[in-house]
Structures are given as structure tokens and as C-alpha cells.
């Protein structure tokens, strides 16, 4: 979904990938990671000019180990 108000633009995000690699000293799990994100983003000058995100990917790579 795209959103857009004036100079602010808000998007969700989906994302998906395979922990195939160590990770900040996490072994990999070979698991497919799944999760979901908002971004926002201010317009200036037809350019972007700041960016926020936020996203559950933190909470969905934890839930690989349970």
C-alpha cells in the first residue's frame, strides 16, 4: 500500500529470505524469515529528504530458534 499526503509518502512493506549465513554470531538456521514493515519517507524537491522504518524482522529472526 502506498499512501500519499502533500510532501509525506507512507508504504508498507513485506519481505521474505533465507537465513543461510551466520548472522552477528548467529549460526545459520537455513529457515525462511517472513515479515512485514512500514516506511515513511518526507519529499523535498521532488527528492526524498528523510526516511523513518520500522519493521518486525527483529522479532520474526528470533522466533527462528524456537
Given at each position: 500500500m502506498?499512501?500519499i499526503?502533500?510532501k509525506?509518502i507512507?508504504?508498507?512493506?513485506?519481505?521474505e529470505?533465507?537465513?543461510?549465513?551466520e548472522?552477528?554470531?548467529?549460526?545459520?538456521?537455513?529457515k525462511?524469515?517472513?515479515?512485514?514493515?512500514?516506511?515513511?519517507?518526507r519529499?523535498?524537491?521532488n527528492?526524498?529528504?528523510?526516511?523513518?522504518?520500522?519493521?518486525n524482522w527483529?522479532?520474526e529472526f528470533?522466533k527462528?530458534?524456537n
Amino acid at each position: 500500500m502506498l499512501l500519499i499526503d502533500g510532501k509525506m509518502i507512507a508504504m508498507s512493506f513485506y519481505g521474505e529470505g533465507t537465513h543461510k549465513n551466520e548472522y552477528d554470531g548467529v549460526p545459520a538456521t537455513n529457515k525462511v524469515l517472513k515479515y512485514r514493515g512500514m516506511a515513511f519517507f518526507r519529499m523535498e524537491n521532488n527528492k526524498i529528504a528523510e526516511v523513518w522504518t520500522h519493521s518486525n524482522w527483529v522479532t520474526e529472526f528470533l522466533k527462528l530458534y524456537n
